[in-house]
């Protein structure tokens, strides 16, 4: 099973740029035109979060314009930057979306890999948090089948990356979920978004790993004073391989088009 990941377009409405520097809208085009270029094409598309910036209906019209030549079917979760009710408007015709409440929802139809989409988000702030509520229905959701491979999906990730602005802004109590996760080996990986980068931790027993953003990168500055800072550099999304036997591999593909191909290897 392949299951390419997008994270964090950051979409705006047609013509206007994201932080008034780039085409968010154009990169997020690109994203969904190398995907479909894909040989073989994925199984299924996971955008894990900030699909748009201000949350607005425009942006969300524009979103689903740039979403619809997208040929794999697709999952979504909310991102900080997301405004719920305008997501769930948007999303009104992907029916495992619940219709109130946290946007967590289990998705299993669409192959070997089970999905759990795992909703952290916190209306109006940046940060995300394992609610104790949260924890019981992910703690069900992943016990009612315990031996099939498992996808947890999330937006903010649960593990301070070192990055001091970036962790200002994580999810909260982590040690929940990693307790929760570890009761359950059937979970391959988690993916978040969230951070613009692609970073990778052994978490809860198994691998976590964080997308880059189809738009800009947030800078890897490790300085406790370090202040926040963005740069344009090659976009890029994941690609999880799933095989039977041998489990889930995670490739890190750039957008765009490059020399080659040669014919060595």
Not at 125 to 138: D, F, N, P
Not at 173 to 193: F, K, M, N, T
Not at 196 to 224: E, K, V
């Amino acid at each position: 099973m392949l299951i390419a990941q997008l994270s964090d377009p950051h979409v705006r409405p047609e013509a206007m740029l994201y932080q008034g520097v780039v085409d968010s809208n154009a990169m997020f085009a690109a994203a969904v035109a190398q995907v479909n270029a894909l040989d073989p094409r994925p199984d299924l598309v996971l955008l894990t979060g900030d699909l748009v910036d201000k949350g607005t209906p425009r942006e969300y019209a524009n979103l689903r314009r740039l979403m619809a030549p997208l040929i794999s079917p697709s999952l979504v979760i909310p991102g900080n930057h997301d405004e719920p009710e305008a997501f769930r408007e948007a999303f009104a015709d992907h029916p495992y979306l619940p219709d109130s409440g946290s946007m967590s929802y289990v998705a299993g139809e669409h192959g070997a890999v089970r999905i759990v989409a795992f909703d952290v988000t916190l209306p109006g702030l940046h940060h995300g948090m394992v609610s104790e509520e949260g924890a019981r229905w992910l703690d069900a959701a992943l016990a009612e089948e315990p031996t099939r491979p498992t996808l947890l999906m999330m937006h903010q990730p649960p593990f301070a990356s070192g990055v001091p602005y970036l962790d200002a802004y994580l999810c909260r109590d982590g040690g929940r979920l990693a307790e929760i996760v570890s009761r359950h080996p059937q979970v391959e990986r988690i993916v978040c978004g969230h951070v613009h980068r692609f970073m990778q931790i052994r978490f809860g027993g198994t691998m976590l790993c964080t997308a880059p953003s189809t738009t800009t990168a947030i800078a890897l500055q490790l300085r406790p004073d370090a202040e926040p800072a963005s740069h344009v550099e090659p976009p890029a999304f994941l690609l999880h391989h799933w095989r039977p036997g041998i489990g889930l591999v995670t490739h890190f593909l750039p957008i765009g088009t490059f020399p080659g191909p040669y014919c060595f290897a």
